[in-house]
């Protein structure tokens, strides 16, 4: 059974067009290097992580993984950790609530799809690319720039950022009390990481 999909972006609908390229691409020794030749997995408290180390920080695997940890754990303050403050800030002014909102229906809808309460078990992050793969991140941090400047930052968001990549990854995720052990999965989301310079956020 496939867990239901959410969406990825608050406020607009981002389609992407992702390519099979990886994040990078160079020679070594006359060998190509690319994501997913050598998997470092990471037995964390929260969720099991597996990705390619050398494209993947360390860090950048705890963001996403306190992402979808918060989501689970319905844990507001975590979720608030991986987004820009004032992108939260916009978003419970166009409505009160909304990102507590967005969380639960987050939640409510993979509820739904794997019929109980769940706990995910494992994230694997399968792939990555830069904005020349997806012109989504452009666009994201370009209406990021807009809300940072109506909210009289001294920087713009793009200002701030040191690096930026999309993923792809696949949640496992397991339904408590279920004796059977049955596994579910949800293969090839895409988020878009943002490494800056006052954290990582995952959008």
Same mark, same amino acid.
């Not at 981002?14 to 037995?43: D, H, R």
């Not at 916009?90 to 939640?107: H, V």
């Given at each position: 059974?496939?867990?239901?999909?959410?969406?990825?972006?608050?406020?607009?609908?981002?389609?992407?067009?992702?390519?099979?390229?990886?994040?990078?691409?160079?020679?070594?020794?006359?060998?190509?290097?690319?994501?997913?030749?050598?998997?470092?997995?990471?037995? !964390?408290?929260?969720?099991?992580?597996?990705?390619?180390?050398?494209?993947?920080?360390?860090?950048?695997?705890?963001?996403?993984?306190?992402?979808? $940890?918060?989501?689970?754990?319905?844990? $507001?303050?975590?979720?608030? %950790?991986?987004?820009?403050?004032?992108?939260?800030?916009?978003?419970?002014?166009?409505?009160?609530?909304?990102?507590?909102?967005?969380?639960?229906?987050?939640?409510?809808?993979?509820?739904?799809?794997?019929?109980?309460?769940?706990? $995910?078990?494992?994230?694997?992050?399968?792939?990555?690319?830069?904005?020349?793969?997806?012109?989504?991140? %452009?666009?994201? %941090?370009?209406?990021?720039?807009?809300? $940072?400047?109506? !909210?009289?930052?001294?920087?713009?968001?793009?200002?701030?950022?040191?690096?930026?990549?999309?993923?792809?990854?696949?949640?496992?995720?397991?339904?408590?009390?279920?004796?059977? %052990?049955?596994?579910?999965?949800? !293969?090839?989301?895409?988020?878009?990481?943002?490494?800056?310079?006052?954290?990582?956020?995952?959008?």
């Amino acid at each position: 059974m496939i867990l239901k999909k959410t969406a990825a972006v608050f406020l607009c609908t981002l389609t992407a067009l992702i390519s099979v390229t990886g994040c990078s691409s160079k020679e070594e020794s006359s060998e190509e290097i690319y994501y997913g030749q050598a998997y470092k997995e990471v037995n !964390a408290k929260d969720i099991y992580r597996i990705y390619d180390g050398r494209f993947i920080t360390d860090e950048e695997a705890d963001a996403v993984a306190k992402y979808f $940890y918060s989501v689970q754990t319905q844990d $507001y303050e975590l979720f608030a %950790s991986t987004q820009p403050a004032p992108y939260l800030e916009f978003l419970n002014k166009q409505k009160e609530g909304y990102t507590q909102d967005y969380l639960s229906t987050f939640y409510n809808d993979e509820m739904e799809g794997i019929g109980g309460d769940f706990e $995910y078990t494992q994230l694997e992050i399968t792939d990555c690319g830069s904005k020349d793969d997806d012109h989504s991140l %452009s666009d994201i %941090s370009e209406m990021l720039d807009g809300i $940072y400047q109506d !909210a009289g930052e001294n920087k713009l968001f793009s200002e701030t950022v040191k690096d930026q990549k999309y993923i792809k990854c696949t949640l496992t995720a397991i339904k408590k009390g279920d004796d059977t %052990s049955a596994e579910f999965t949800n !293969a090839d989301q895409i988020l878009y990481v943002f490494t800056c310079e006052n954290g990582i956020y995952i959008l």
